[in-house]
């Protein structure tokens, strides 16, 4: 499926079942999740998503992750209520990830940080490069 849409003229379209029925989800039936700020284009946090959360980040319009951990799907800020609202899903030329456009309320990460990348390699250091909010 993915091969086929490498040479697809643009504005081709396929139907959404077949795309999902074709993505490369991991042997723990997961595919990486990728949240970018939609305005600012930031990178905000990687989670994991299989099929149902798929489909729910897109009935609903918010994102809905997988936890490993907890072994159950929980909703981008169901607690904290910094929520990602979905302007966009793409999937990459691979089907091997995915890439939610997102609008986010309040801090990304648990550490009320606006991004979980916020740790930057410097030579042989690592250095913490924003405050927890």
């Not at 795309?19 to 930031?42: C, I, P």
């Not at 159950?72 to 209520?81: A, D, L, M, V």
């Amino acid at each position: 499926m993915f091969k086929d849409l490498e040479t697809a003229p643009k504005n081709h379209r396929v139907a959404l079942d077949e795309v999902l029925a074709s993505l490369k989800f991991n042997d723990d039936g997961l595919v990486a999740a990728v949240a970018q700020d939609a305005r600012s284009k930031e990178v905000l946090m990687v989670g994991w998503m299989d099929r149902t959360a798929i489909q729910r980040t897109l009935s609903e319009g918010y994102a809905c992750y997988w936890s490993r951990s907890r072994q159950t799907y929980w909703r981008k800020g169901e607690t904290s209520g910094h929520l990602q609202a979905l302007v966009e899903l793409r999937l990459d030329c691979d089907g091997d990830a995915v890439l939610l456009l997102v609008e986010q309320t309040g801090p990304a990460c648990h550490t009320n940080r606006p991004s979980c990348f916020y740790l930057t390699v410097e030579g042989e250091k690592v250095r913490v490069t924003t405050e927890s909010q």
